[in-house]
């Protein structure tokens, strides 16, 4: 076979196996064209919600095409945008108003970062700051990456990234730490915004902090005039246990960023929504004033329409008793794995569960994550470990067996690695 020309994301292409490759996929699965079917225990990369082609949503797909493609988002607007922005400021939290879009949760954040250094600037008193959390993930364009955990991914593009100030991560007994250290940054006064993924950190490796202490990181923000950006790119659409991370910290930030499962991870789009305050600060009869930003595929009309469609099922199906459920059957096998002498660190947030395999080299180039990668596809699962860290982060619709199943793998590969050698 000729090699592919095709360049994949995240893959030293020198060292991979061939790519599987997927000619369907539904609910928990993916089939691959050998007739295999792979168990979907990541969700695809954290984007697929209920499950794959949940049929709402195929349908909605369906329908908004007849009438729609891409449509020019400036001077024009249509239905399934301005429907859905209603729709999405009646389930969010409190205090966001309006609605921007965009394509994918790297943008979204950009535009977060864009609309709190505008909205100082265009307040007369500018502020240039923004302040982020250790291990932190907001994307891969210049400016997430700026703002989220430096290390290998982004060495090359070091001399392009911009400076931000980091608060250490709050770990379990130095939770002061954190907040001394957000406080003492605020009170240089330039600070605009704190930028951060609510309870849980993502790619930085499945850090969970508690809600408590973020509900205490807004209150010093807004002492200080600061704004908070919540990247809930991941967190969104039930992951922790409730719609948004947000709630459970029972706080409304001045930003929230939304893409992953906005469209129950159909079709690739975003939402960046903010204040009132934020809005009106770029309202103005000075044209200068304008929020200068936007993406080819703004507000794509059938992405709008499949979002829609994935807020038709959280409301007509019993998605957050769904969660629940699964949440509880997470805590019943995770608990196996507490006092296991293999695995640090096991920890759930809602239906994010993450458990460290106890090897002494750990960190994402850890010898012991492309080892259990190879491990669970042989047995069909897909599980990407974040080097020596195992997670999962189930489409919602998995069954208790799917669960055993996956709990099994883990266990032999723990011991695959921890007496295999790969210490
Ligand atoms: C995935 C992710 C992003 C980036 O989203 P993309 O759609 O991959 O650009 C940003 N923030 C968080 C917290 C994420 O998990």
Redesign the pocket.
């Known amino acids: 076979m000729t090699p592919s020309p095709v360049w994949h994301p995240f893959t030293q292409h020198a060292l991979e196996p061939a790519m599987k490759r997927i000619i369907r996929t539904e609910g928990a699965y993916l089939f691959d064209d050998q007739g295999n079917a792979i168990l979907d225990a990541i969700s695809s990369?954290?984007v697929i919600t209920h499950g794959h082609r949940h049929p709402l949503i195929m349908d909605a797909i369906r329908h908004a095409s007849e009438s729609f493609d891409q449509i020019i988002f400036a001077e024009y607007t249509h239905q399934p945008a301005e429907e859905l922005a209603k729709r999405l400021i009646a389930i969010a939290p409190a205090g966001l108003d309006h609605v921007f879009y965009s394509d994918?949760?790297?943008?979204?954040?950009e535009v977060a970062l864009k609309m709190a250094l505008g909205f100082f600037h265009n307040s007369g008193a500018p502020r240039s700051r923004i302040v982020v959390m250790e291990h932190?993930?907001?994307?891969?364009?210049i400016g997430?990456m700026s703002a989220g955990e430096r290390g290998v991914f982004n060495a090359p593009y070091e001399p392009m990234l911009f400076g931000v100030d980091r608060l250490p991560f709050p770990v379990p007994g130095r939770e002061q730490d954190t907040l001394d250290a957000f406080e003492a940054f605020c009170r240089g006064g330039q600070v605009a915004a704190l930028l951060i993924?609510p309870l849980v950190?993502?790619?930085g490796g499945m850090l969970m902090y508690p809600a408590s202490l973020l509900a205490e990181l807004k209150a010093i923000a807004t002492r200080h005039g600061s704004l908070m950006i919540a990247?809930?790119?991941?967190?969104g659409w039930g992951r922790t246990g409730t719609l948004f991370a947000c709630e459970q910290a029972n706080i409304a930030p001045d930003i929230l960023?939304t893409?992953?499962g906005l469209t129950g991870g159909s079709l690739?789009l975003?939402a960046t929504l903010c204040s009132a305050e934020i809005f009106d600060a770029h309202l103005s009869s000075d044209r200068s004033r304008t929020f200068f930003h936007s993406s080819s595929y703004t507000a794509n009309p059938i992405a709008c329409a499949a979002a829609q469609a994935n807020l038709d099922v959280w409301k007509t199906e019993p998605v957050t008793a769904r969660v629940q459920s699964l949440v509880a059957m997470h805590g019943t096998r995770l608990e196996r794995f507490k006092a296991d002498s293999r695995f640090g660190n096991v920890r759930q947030t809602g239906t994010i569960v993450a458990l460290d395999v106890n090897v002494p080299a750990t960190g994402y180039f850890s010898e012991a994550g492309p080892k259990l990668r190879a491990f669970f596809k042989g047995r069909h699962l897909l599980i990407r470990p974040l080097g020596n860290v195992i997670y999962l982060m189930t489409p919602y619709c998995v069954t208790a067996a799917n669960l055993d199943r996956i709990y099994d793998a883990i266990d032999e590969a723990a011991d695959m690695i921890v007496q295999g050698g790969a210490r």
Request: one cysteine or more.
């Open positions: 990369w954290w994918s949760g790297s943008t979204c954040v932190g993930y907001h994307g891969d364009t997430t993924e950190l993502g790619a990247d809930e790119v991941m967190t960023c893409s992953k690739p975003a």
